[in-house]
């Protein structure tokens, strides 16, 4: 088995500063994702990363840089904080092989408030 | 873009009842995911099907690609279930993006 580890898990920032997510995993997965989530709604994907310095925008990005510096690691940048903003953000990974099983593992996210 | 319906929205069960939930895709999808997200936020891979059904105590899932839906079958509800179950569709043949529905909100009471 492995583990997905987000930090911080709370992040308190101020309006328009720059604030980073961390996330690793021991799986060795190819691919890692980062999906953000609002209050009672579903998850929205940021950026994806199917290998080392790879990175695929998601539906969300703007607003948001990544870095997969390495196989394990995968961070966020929120670039400008927005003020009240309130969400969770989560960091999955999968084995990624493109042509096979894709199951998606996540870790228990981020909390990030902005004052 | 992808979109991923999910219904309901919410639905209430009581111990012992079961209910299925539905996921419909606007486009096609190689596979499906259902997760369940409990109180404390974390999420949980209940079932990844590519075709068929798969099945896991009380929980059975059934993936239609063709006919572009998914469902979740709830049997013999227990308190423990409660919590937002979402379904995700893909990745795409070659692709690696994953989408997800906006989930359904269980709750199963006594």
């Known amino acids: 088995g492995g583990i997905i580890t987000q930090t911080p898990k709370f992040l308190i920032g101020q309006e328009g500063q720059k604030l980073t997510l961390k996330c690793q995993q021991n799986?060795?997965?190819?691919?890692m994702y980062w999906y953000r989530q609002d209050s009672g709604k579903g998850l929205r994907l940021i950026y994806y990363s199917i290998t080392e310095n790879d990175l695929q925008k998601g539906d969300l990005s703007e607003g948001y840089d990544a870095s997969r510096e390495k196989k394990s690691s995968f961070s966020l940048t929120v670039t400008s904080a927005q003020k009240n903003e309130m969400a969770v953000f989560l960091c999955?990974?999968?084995?990624?092989?493109?042509?096979?099983?894709?199951?998606?593992?996540f870790g228990a996210g981020t909390r990030l408030s902005v004052l | 873009g992808d979109q991923v319906e999910q219904s309901p929205s919410a639905l209430s069960l009581h111990e012992g009842t079961s209910s299925a939930l539905r996921c419909n895709f606007t486009t096609t999808t190689r596979s499906v995911q259902w997760f369940r997200q409990n109180s404390r936020g974390s999420l949980i891979n209940l079932f990844y099907l590519a075709s068929g059904t798969k099945e896991n105590g009380r929980l059975k899932s059934a993936f239609d690609s063709k006919e572009l839906y998914s469902t979740l079958h709830i049997r013999d509800a227990q308190l423990e279930d409660s919590g937002t179950y979402f379904c995700a569709a893909g990745p795409r043949t070659g692709g690696y993006k994953v989408v997800f529905g906006s989930g359904t909100r269980l709750l199963v009471s006594p």
């Open positions: 999955a990974s999968s084995i990624g092989t493109g042509g096979g099983q894709n199951t998606l593992y």
């Open positions: 799986f060795n997965h190819d691919t």
